[in-house]
């Protein structure tokens, strides 16, 4: 069936660094999309969404790009900071198919190095 | 602002003995609530999603089952736990808006 799942298991990046996570999807009808942030022993925490009609959108210090030709999206954290490591995780949805249930990735553990 | 709560944080439980854990949204009306399991380096599993008061709909059958008694509560049940339903169980909610937000998790361990 249509999945979704990420490039990278693990990423470690200097503190002050950019780090570039990303994930790839499988479902082409796919429109909406969702990066999450999970610390160890929590719940996801949501990051930042986008929908199909936008290639970028900024939030604070985080980006997510979306390329519908290749079917991939990253999530660019900028100045990455000690707090930012955690588990990571892109989620899609195809609201053409009358649904509100997320399809998630594995994750990708980031660890930032003081 | 709205807010979700799970409880309890952890817990130990026996081989054979029930189950239930409590999930309730403070701050929206009429949310779909969602339960997940997520194990150990694996990703989210969809359990149940509930879109009102006493409609639930089941993913994956199992000796789990899920209960929604109020608009804002939302439970998870087992009459026999077993050895494998050891897990984080996450619990969701969403109010059309296709984001969902989470609980802060019940960590069980069967034993």
């Known amino acids: 069936g249509e999945s979704v799942g990420l490039h990278l298991p693990t990423l470690s990046v200097q503190e002050g660094d950019n780090s570039i996570i990303n994930c790839a999807y499988s479902?082409?009808?796919?429109?909406?999309f969702i990066w999450y942030k999970q610390e160890s022993g929590k719940g996801p925490q949501f990051i930042i969404d986008i929908r199909s009609n936008m290639d970028k959108r900024q939030g604070q210090r985080v980006t997510v790009l979306l390329n519908k030709t290749v079917k991939h999206l990253s999530l660019q954290i900028a100045a990455t900071q000690p707090g930012d490591s955690a588990v990571y995780f892109c989620a899609e949805n195809d609201s053409g198919a009358g649904s509100y249930q997320l399809t998630f990735g594995k994750g990708t553990k980031l660890s930032v190095i003081p | 602002s709205q807010t979700i709560h799970q409880w309890p944080a952890t817990l130990v439980q026996p081989v054979g003995s029930p189950l239930s854990l409590e999930c309730t949204v403070e701050g929206t009306s009429n949310p779909n609530l969602y339960w997940y399991r997520q194990a150990a380096g694996r990703g989210l599993q969809l359990l149940f999603y509930?879109?009102?008061?006493?409609?639930i709909s089941s993913e994956v059958p199992q000796n789990l089952s899920a209960s929604r008694p109020q608009d804002r509560q939302f439970i998870l049940s087992s009459k026999k736990l077993l050895l494998s339903d050891s897990g984080f169980y996450l619990c969701?909610?969403?109010?059309?808006?296709?984001?969902?937000?989470f609980g802060p998790g019940t960590r069980l361990l069967v034993l």
């Open positions: 479902n082409s009808a796919s429109d909406y």
């Open positions: 509930s879109v009102g008061i006493g409609q």
């Open positions: 969701a909610w969403e109010t059309g808006g296709e984001t969902q937000y």
